[in-house]
């Protein structure tokens, strides 16, 4: 196996090459207990997502105790402290994973260390998601390969040369279901730097999905990444009665994420299929809408047209401008009124 596939099949659905764009709800940090999970997976189907995503991780095996976060989102902190806050406990996990399976809706988590994948193993999820913080932690990546199941993979702070060497990790395990997120690990990301034309380069480069993962406030990035073809959509997602994690600030509600997937389908419809020619519609008004040659004053049989009696205007249906030089010096055969457009039967030609 030496190519990544062009498609990704998640329960059933493909993503990737003439497929809509796939949106993932990510709302890990957003809810505390089993209520919230309830509250914020309704929203997220209500709003339009196709997948629900969390995190799985543990504070103990996620970074080292005096290790800090220097970003605006979550200020000048321990890292420890902070995931030690937002973390999911096994159990709710487990609980969310069902909730999802019961309305009909993916879920899958992103681990933090190789031990989480014990946990994940449990919640029979149909894709695994690995983030930036791990796009080049290769031991991972060649376990999660070897369960065959499609790996949407974050490339946040690396060069295209490590996402190279990612990528061969994963297909050296025989897993070629691989989708590849432009990301930026920012947080709030700055959308003079989300370089979206680099999920362009990877899909080139790859032949498979490519995709973004939005950590700007606002969807206005997130509709330009759809704009030039993003396959797959993640942004983080809160509802109103939640707790508010680190990620609150950079996360849509439930109308903000709704207008993104309806933004998206007719984002798809408007890019058409590159043929330059006329709409249905615009054929109907050509006929009112588009200049032609008009006869300006009554003009008998017998007659020959002067420029002086003739002019470009509205309406369009009859003879066009480019016509303009073959008619003058005409011999009329039928009599023209003032103001009525030009016809060939009019013409001795």
């Known amino acids: 196996m030496t190519t990544l596939s062009q498609t990704v099949k998640v329960a059933g659905?493909?993503?990737?090459?003439?497929?809509?764009?796939?949106?993932?709800?990510?709302?890990?940090?957003?809810?505390?207990?089993?209520?919230?999970?309830?509250?914020?997976?309704?929203?997220?189907?209500?709003?339009?997502?196709?997948?629900?995503?969390?995190?799985?991780?543990?504070?103990?095996t996620i970074t080292t105790k005096s290790n800090r976060f220097d970003m605006a989102a979550v200020g000048n902190q321990l890292q420890y402290e902070v995931f030690a806050d937002?973390?999911?406990?096994?159990?709710?996990?487990?609980?969310?994973?069902?909730?999802?399976?019961?309305?009909?809706?993916?879920?899958?988590?992103?681990?933090?260390?190789?031990?989480?994948?014990?946990?994940?193993?449990?919640?029979?999820?149909?894709?695994?998601?690995?983030?930036?913080?791990?796009?080049?932690?290769?031991?991972?990546?060649?376990?999660?390969?070897?369960?065959?199941?499609?790996?949407?993979l974050s490339t946040g702070m690396c060069t295209l040369a490590e996402?190279?060497?990612?990528?061969?990790?994963?297909l050296a395990a025989g897993n070629d279901q691989v989708l590849l997120f432009q990301c930026v690990a920012n947080y709030p990301g700055k959308p003079e730097e989300q370089n979206l034309r680099a999920m362009l380069n990877m899909k080139e480069r790859f032949a498979c999905p490519t995709g973004f993962s939005d950590h700007t406030v606002g969807i206005d990035v997130s509709c330009?990444?759809?704009?030039?073809?993003?396959?797959?959509?993640?942004?983080?997602?809160?509802?109103?009665?939640?707790?508010?994690?680190?990620?609150?600030?950079?996360?849509?509600?439930?109308t903000e994420f709704a207008h993104l997937v309806g933004a998206s389908k007719r984002i798809r419809d408007s890019l058409g299929d590159g043929i330059k020619r006329p709409t249905l519609h615009e054929q109907r008004n050509m006929t009112?809408?588009?200049?032609?040659?008009?006869?300006?004053e009554d003009v008998p049989t017998g007659r020959v047209l002067k420029e002086s009696m003739l002019d470009i205007r509205r309406p369009g249906y009859g003879l066009p401008p480019k016509m303009w030089e073959r008619v003058i010096g005409r011999k009329v055969v039928a009599d023209i009124r003032a103001e009525e457009p030009l016809q060939s039967k009019h013409l001795d030609w």
């Open 288 to 296: 009112t809408n588009r200049v032609s040659i008009i006869v300006m």
């Open 224 to 254: 330009a990444a759809i704009a030039l073809g993003a396959d797959m959509i993640e942004r983080h997602f809160w509802v109103a009665g939640n707790v508010e994690g680190p990620d609150r600030g950079i996360s849509s509600d439930e």
């Open 13 to 60: 659905r493909e993503i990737g090459v003439n497929q809509p764009c796939y949106f993932m709800a990510e709302i890990a940090g957003n809810f505390s207990n089993e209520q919230e999970a309830v509250r914020i997976v309704d929203a997220a189907v209500r709003a339009g997502a196709d997948a629900i995503k969390f995190q799985t991780l543990d504070p103990e």
């Open 86 to 152: 937002s973390m999911t406990p096994a159990e709710l996990q487990l609980f969310l994973v069902d909730y999802c399976r019961s309305k009909g809706i993916p879920a899958f988590s992103a681990p933090s260390h190789l031990q989480d994948l014990e946990l994940m193993a449990k919640f029979g999820s149909p894709a695994y998601k690995i983030g930036s913080d791990l796009a080049t932690h290769l031991p991972l990546l060649r376990e999660v390969a070897k369960t065959g199941k499609p790996i949407f």
């Open 163 to 170: 996402v190279e060497t990612s990528v061969e990790a994963i």
